[in-house]
C-alpha cells in the first residue's frame, strides 16, 4: 500500500463497525417493570428460581430510587430508565439444531467483523460465542470442549441445562445488591456466556464471546459467568461493537469469575463499542461491573484494551480471599473527541501472601478525559500482602485530560504497597523524529501510543494482540494535526 | 572517487526564524554530490536551525529564499517526504520513544521509504539480516536491536544509533547535527568510522560541528564558516585548523571580504 492510500484510510476509515443489520426482531415494550421482568424470564423459558432472583434485584433496584451513583467522573445527561427497550431478540427462522441453521444474516453480519461462525472458516484455536443484542446466536467448537468435559455456552442454556454450577455461584462474586448497574443488570440480564473448566483441566484453546449490540433504543445486560476448577485453567477473550446511532444506548454487564484453590483464569476485553461522534453524538454508555474471587493458589488476571463507548464506567476487580493469591489488573484505556472513561480496579487483600499488580495507561486525545480510579484494600488478616500500582497517562494535544485517583486502605503492618504514576504528552520532537525518518504522522502516533501501551498489549493472547494495536492507531485518527 | 558530478542541494538567500527571532540571515551553498561539508561555527551562529530547515522541523518558519534538492523545491515537501527523497538529519539530541523496538521503528522507517518509493518492502527476517550486518559498521552490540528506541542509551550510543540508522536507511544527503557532542575520543572514533565507512560518490553529507576535533576524523571537502545566521568564510580543511588555533572571535570581529558561496567551489 503506499504512503497516501495508509493516510486515506486512517483519516477516511472511521469507525468501522457502524452497520445495521436488518433483521426481525422480538422485542419487549419499552420500559422496565416486573410484567417486563417476567416477560423476559418467560420468554427465555426459565425456571421459578431464576425469575425470583431477577424479581428480588428488580425491588432491590426500585429501593435505589433509579438515581445513578455521581461519584465517577464523567458527565452525562439522566437516563430515563423508562425509554428503553430491555430485551430485544433477532426472531429466530426455526429452533436452532446447529451451527449452520443461523439466520443467514446474523451469520453474516458476525463475518463482516470478522467472527466467522460457519463451520469451514471458524477462527483457529478460539471457541466463541456469538451474542446479538440480547441473545447468543451461537457457540463454536462446543463438542470439542464437551470431550475435556468443559462446559461453555449461553448463560440462558446454562440455566436450563447446568441450573446448579449456575445456582451455586451466580452472584457469589457480584451480588445483586451490588451497585445500581449491577442490580439492574441482575433483574433483567438476557443473555451472556457461560463457562466451566473441571478441576485440572486446562483448556485447550481460547474461549471468547463476541457482543454486538444492533437494535436502536435497547439496552444490552448480558452477564458471564466463568467457574475454573480446582487446578484448571482458562484463558477467555470479550470483544464487542455497535452500529453508529446518533442516541446514546445502555451497556450494563456483569461479570463474575470464580478461580477455585490453584486455578487460573485470564479474562481480556477489548472494547470497541460505537464512541459517539466527534461532537459527542451517540454512543454507549459502557457501565459494567466486573469481579473476580481467587482463592488459595489461584489466579486471575484481567487485561482490558478500553478504545470504544461514549463513556466508560468500570472497575474489573479481584477479591483475593485464599491464602498466595495473585491478581493482576493491565488496561489500556483511550479516550479522543469527546470520550469520557473512569476506570480502574480494585484489588482486595483477604488472604495471607497474596499478591496484586496494576498496570494502567491511559491515553487522552481530542477533548477525551481519562480517569485512573484504583483501589487496594488489605485487609487485617493480610499477612504479607503486596501490591506494586503503576499508573502512567499520555496526552495527545492540549485540550483533553487525565486524572488519577488511587485509594489505598491497609490494615496490616507486614502489607507492602507500592504506587508509581507518570504523565507524559506526545512531543513535537518525538513525532519530527518519527517524520525524518520517514513515517507518516499519522503511523508515528500510532507507533507512540502502542510503545507506551506495550506492557499491557503483551498480556493480551497473540491474535487479539495485533487487533488491539491497529484499533488504537485508528482510534486515534484525526487526533493530530 | 569522483566528485561533484552534479549539484545536490542548492540553497539560495535562506531567512529562517523561531518564533519571533531572526536565526538565518540568507545563506547561500551548493552541495555536489560526494562532498562532505564541514558547517563550523559558535553557538548561536545557526548551524543546527540550517539542519533542522533542511529537515523540515515544524518549529522553523522560513521566511524567505530558495532550497532545492535534486532540482525539486524541498520547502513544500513534509519532512517525510523529504526523507523519502533521501535527506537524513542525525539529530544533536535523538529522541527516546519507550516502548518501540529499535528495530521495529528502523524497519517501520525503511518500508515507509521503500513504499514512498515505489519499492518492494523487506519482511522481518530479511530486514534483521541487513541491520545485523549494517550493526557491525558502528560496533553496536545485537542486544541493542531489541531495547527501545534510545531509552537509557548512553549519549554515545544514542550517537551510535543515529549513525546505524543512516547506514541502514541509506540517504542521499545525510545531516549530521553535533554529532560529536557528548562523545569521548573512542565513541568518536567509531562514530567517524561509521560516517566514514558510508561516504560515496553518490553521497553528499553536511556535518555541523562547533569543534576541529571531528574533522580530524571526518574530512571534509569544504569547510564554511557561520556567524549571525550566514556562512561568513568558506575555504577547505585548513580552514577548520585556522579555526582551532584562532577561535572563531576573529570572523566575527572581521568577517572576510570573499564572498562565500564562490569560494565554495575548488
Redo the contacts between chains.
Keep these: 500500500?503506499?504512503?497516501e492510500a495508509?493516510l486515506r484510510q486512517l483519516t477516511e476509515g472511521k469507525y468501522k463497525y457502524g452497520f445495521v443489520t436488518e433483521v426481525e426482531t422480538d422485542q419487549v415494550p419499552k420500559g422496565l417493570s416486573e410484567e417486563v421482568i417476567r416477560a423476559i424470564s418467560e420468554k427465555k423459558g426459565e425456571p421459578g428460581w431464576m425469575l425470583d432472583w431477577r424479581l428480588k434485584a428488580y425491588r432491590h433496584w426500585l429501593g435505589l430510587g433509579m438515581v445513578e451513583p455521581t461519584w465517577p467522573n464523567v458527565r452525562y445527561p439522566r437516563i430515563d430508565y423508562q425509554d428503553i427497550v430491555y430485551y430485544s431478540a433477532p426472531k429466530p427462522k426455526k429452533k436452532l439444531g446447529s451451527m449452520d441453521e443461523v439466520d443467514p444474516e446474523l451469520k453474516m453480519a458476525f463475518e463482516k467483523l470478522g467472527i466467522p461462525l460457519a463451520e469451514q472458516q471458524r477462527l483457529a484455536g478460539v471457541a466463541v460465542d456469538a451474542i446479538f443484542d440480547s441473545v447468543s446466536v451461537g457457540t463454536t467448537f462446543r463438542e470439542k470442549l464437551a470431550e475435556k468435559g468443559i462446559i461453555f455456552c449461553s448463560f440462558s442454556e446454562a440455566v436450563k441445562n447446568h441450573p446448579d454450577l449456575v445456582k451455586k455461584y451466580l452472584g457469589s462474586v457480584v451480588p445483586y445488591t451490588d451497585n445500581f448497574f449491577a442490580t439492574l443488570n441482575s433483574a433483567v440480564f438476557s443473555d451472556g456466556s457461560f463457562a466451566y473448566i473441571p478441576k485440572g483441566v486446562r483448556c485447550p484453546m481460547e474461549l471468547s464471546t463476541y457482543f454486538r449490540i444492533n437494535a436502536q433504543d435497547t439496552g444490552q445486560f448480558e452477564r458471564t459467568l466463568i467457574v475454573a476448577d480446582e487446578g484448571a485453567y482458562v484463558s477467555y477473550l470479550e470483544g464487542c461493537t455497535a452500529p453508529v446511532r446518533d442516541t446514546n444506548q445502555l451497556h450494563a454487564a456483569v461479570v463474575e469469575l470464580v478461580a477455585l484453590p490453584g486455578a487460573q483464569i485470564k479474562y481480556s476485553t477489548v472494547q470497541n463499542w460505537y464512541p459517539g461522534d466527534a461532537d459527542g453524538k451517540g454512543g454507549i454508555y459502557n457501565f459494567v461491573t466486573k469481579r473476580g474471587k481467587a482463592l488459595e493458589r489461584s489466579k486471575i488476571s484481567w487485561t482490558q484494551v478500553e478504545t470504544g463507548s461514549a463513556i466508560t464506567w468500570k472497575y474489573p476487580s479481584c477479591i483475593l480471599q485464599g491464602d498466595d493469591s495473585v491478581g493482576e489488573f493491565y488496561s489500556v484505556a483511550l479516550t479522543n473527541n469527546r470520550q469520557q472513561a473512569d476506570t480502574g480496579t480494585k484489588m482486595i487483600h483477604v488472604g495471607k501472601r497474596t499478591r496484586s499488580t496494576i498496570i494502567s495507561k491511559g491515553i487522552s486525545a481530542g477533548r477525551g478525559q481519562n480517569t485512573y480510579r484504583g483501589l487496594v484494600k488489605v485487609l487485617k488478616g493480610a499477612e504479607g500482602a503486596r501490591n506494586y500500582s503503576q499508573c502512567d497517562s499520555l496526552l495527545i494535544g492540549d485540550r483533553c485530560g487525565a486524572h488519577t485517583f488511587p485509594y489505598i486502605e491497609v490494615k496490616n503492618p507486614t502489607a507492602q504497597v507500592e504506587h508509581e504514576a507518570t504523565t507524559s504528552k506526545i512531543?513535537?520532537?518525538?513525532l519530527?523524529?518519527?517524520?525524518?525518518?520517514?513515517?507518516?504522522?499519522e503511523?508515528a502516533v500510532s507507533?507512540?501510543v502502542?510503545?507506551?501501551?506495550?506492557?499491557v498489549l503483551k498480556e493480551l493472547p497473540m491474535e487479539f494482540a495485533v487487533e488491539a494495536q491497529k484499533l488504537l492507531g485508528m482510534s486515534l485518527e484525526g487526533s493530530v494535526g | 572517487m569522483r566528485k561533484g558530478t552534479y549539484t545536490m542541494l542548492s540553497i539560495q538567500g535562506l531567512k529562517a526564524k523561531v518564533a519571533d527571532r531572526d536565526i538565518l540571515h540568507g545563506l547561500d551553498l551548493e552541495v555536489r554530490a560526494g562532498e562532505v561539508h564541514a558547517i563550523m561555527g559558535p553557538n548561536g551562529s545557526g548551524k543546527s536551525t540550517l539542519a533542522g530547515v533542511l529537515?523540515?522541523?515544524?518549529?522553523y518558519a522560513v521566511t524567505a529564499g530558495k532550497v532545492t534538492f535534486e532540482g525539486e523545491d524541498l520547502l513544500a515537501l513534509?519532512?517525510?517526504k523529504?526523507?523519502?527523497k533521501g535527506i537524513?538529519?542525525a539529530?544533536q539530541?535523538?529522541?527516546e520513544?519507550?516502548?518501540?523496538g529499535n528495530m521495529y521503528?528502523?524497519r517501520?522507517?525503511?518500508n515507509?521509504?521503500r513504499?514512498?518509493r515505489?519499492e518492494e518492502e523487506l519482511d522481518a527476517m530479511d530486514f534483521l539480516a541487513l541491520a545485523r550486518e549494517r550493526m557491525k559498521l558502528v560496533k553496536m552490540d545485537p542486544s541493542f536491536a531489541n531495547r527501545?528506541v534510545n531509552e537509557g542509551f548512553s549519549g554515545g550510543e544514542k550517537k551510535r544509533n543515529e549513525i546505524l540508522?543512516m547506514a541502514v536507511?541509506e540517504p542521499k544527503l545525510a545531516i549530521l547535527d553535533e554529532v560529536d557532542s557528548g562523545l569521548d575520543i573512542d565513541a568518536l572514533r567509531v562514530v567517524a568510522d561509521g560516517v566514514n565507512a558510508l561516504r560515496s560518490a553518490e553521497r553528499a553529507m553536511i556535518v555541523v560541528t562547533h569543534y576541529q576535533r571531528l574533522l580530524d576524523y571526518i574530512r571534509p571537502d569544504h569547510v564554511h564558516v557561520m556567524a549571525n545566521g550566514r556562512i561568513v568564510t568558506s575555504g577547505g580543511p585548513e580552514l577548520a585548523l585556522e579555526l582551532e588555533k584562532r577561535g572563531y572571535g576573529w570572523i566575527e570581529k572581521e568577517p572576510p571580504a570573499r564572498p562565500a558561496a564562490a569560494e565554495a567551489r575548488p
Excluded at chain 1, 512531543?427 to 518525538?430: H, I, K, T
Excluded at chain 1, 502502542?450 to 506492557?455: D, E, L, P, S, V
Excluded at chain 2, 529537515?55 to 518549529?59: K, L, Y
Design positions: 500500500m503506499t504512503q495508509t512531543g513535537e520532537d518525538q519530527f523524529y518519527c517524520r525524518q525518518r520517514g513515517i507518516a504522522e503511523d507507533m507512540i502502542n510503545g507506551f501501551a506495550r506492557q | 529537515a523540515g522541523r515544524e518549529t513534509a519532512p517525510e523529504r526523507a523519502a537524513f538529519l539529530f539530541y535523538p529522541v520513544i519507550p516502548g518501540v521503528f528502523l517501520t522507517a525503511f515507509a521509504l513504499r514512498a515505489g527501545s540508522q536507511l
